[in-house]
């Protein structure tokens, strides 16, 4: 016999995760305590660094077109995750992540899609080639009967009929 079994832990939320459940002792890879202080001291300075701005002599600026590429910073903070209205670079994390998932789903979709026709058109060829083998199948067993009466044996068309439904299917 083997010991008693392990008992299951209960499941906590992850100190900066609110969707994500893990056990005891465990942090998601997303919520580094290093990285959350880092992160914490870059919304600081960002903050300090904005009032600072603000307070600095405006330039007057012309807007051009150019195209904005992503934020470096597009991890979630905690204090993205600790405030009463989710930030938007939460939303956008999210929906990145989703946009993925739905991405391998879809090309597993078609992954599959393309075995299916695959293997419905070898169905199709296993089914004509069964129905061509039972024609011959029952050209043969008439073969056999009228041989079997040229030969002459009444006695034998019994047996033909046993052998006619044992090939049935």
Do not use: F
């Not at 609110?18 to 942090?27: A, I, Q, S, T």
């Not at 914490?40 to 590429?69: I, P």
């Amino acid at each position: 016999m083997t010991g008693p079994r392990k008992t299951l832990h209960t499941l906590q939320t992850a100190a900066g995760d609110k969707e994500n459940l893990v056990g005891p002792g465990r942090m998601l890879c997303i919520v580094d305590r290093d990285n959350l202080k880092g992160s914490l001291r870059e919304v600081n300075e960002n903050d300090k660094a904005q009032d600072q701005s603000k307070q600095l002599k405006r330039k007057k600026t012309t807007s051009r077109a150019v195209q904005a590429g992503k934020e470096k910073s597009a991890t979630v903070t905690a204090d993205d995750l600790t405030s009463e209205s989710t930030s938007e670079r939460y939303w956008e994390s999210l929906a990145e992540q989703r946009r993925i998932a739905l991405e391998a789903t879809l090309k597993e979709n078609e992954e599959l899609h393309y075995k299916n026709e695959e293997l419905s058109k070898k169905v199709a060829i296993l089914e004509e080639e069964n129905h061509t083998a039972k024609e011959l199948l029952r050209e043969s067993e008439t073969l056999v009967d009228v041989l079997k009466e040229m030969i002459g044996g009444d006695d034998t068309a019994d047996e033909s009929s046993l052998i006619d439904n044992s090939y049935e299917v």
